[in-house]
């Protein structure tokens, strides 16, 4: 099971997925915070990992697909690996992240800047494209994905995130 802790955004939208207490169960990932925002007027969620601050992006969700979040998650992190060509294989992230378990935000400001951080970059990048479909936001989250950290030793998340998948 994986903790994502939401923004109070997010929260207001999928408070029946918010789980108050539950089973501290660690992973190879840790844990993920998630938020929303908007692309061209559509609800897009975008999770960042604590450990290397990879980016996922799940775009035009509705309040309808709150019941297959977790598989939307999976999807669009699979997705994305494969998309930055980082191998690794289904049952693996599957087996990993298991169940997501969302939890009212932890208030962790580092996180918390890293996402608003990332939004900010989405808003000025979407100039560069006219449509939005999912290998647009592929490409977007990809160059998120690019940018170092100081906090990471000035390595990318791409980086790091193959770092944790290849120590297991």
């Not at 960042?48 to 309808?64: E, R």
Request: glycine share 2%.
């Amino acid at each position: 099971m994986t903790k994502v802790y939401t923004s109070k955004k997010l929260e207001k939208i999928i408070k029946k997925r918010i789980v108050e207490n539950s089973l501290d169960v660690e992973n190879i990932f840790g844990k993920w915070n998630a938020s929303l925002f908007y692309i061209a007027r559509k609800k897009c969620l975008i999770f960042v990992n604590s450990k290397s601050f990879y980016s996922v992006i799940i775009p035009k969700f509705s309040i309808s697909e709150l019941g297959k979040i977790d598989q939307l998650f999976l999807e669009n992190f699979y997705q994305q690996l494969i998309f930055e060509k980082i191998d690794v294989d289904l049952e693996f992230i599957v087996k990993n992240i298991g169940k997501l378990s969302f939890h009212h935000t932890d208030n962790d400001r580092k996180i918390t800047g890293i996402i608003n951080y990332h939004i900010s970059n989405v808003d000025y990048l979407k100039y560069d494209y006219e449509i939005f479909n999912s290998a647009v936001i592929r490409e977007l989250t990809n160059k998120l994905n690019l940018i170092p950290f100081k906090q990471l030793g000035w390595k990318n998340p791409n980086v790091v995130m193959n770092e944790i998948l290849k120590s297991d």
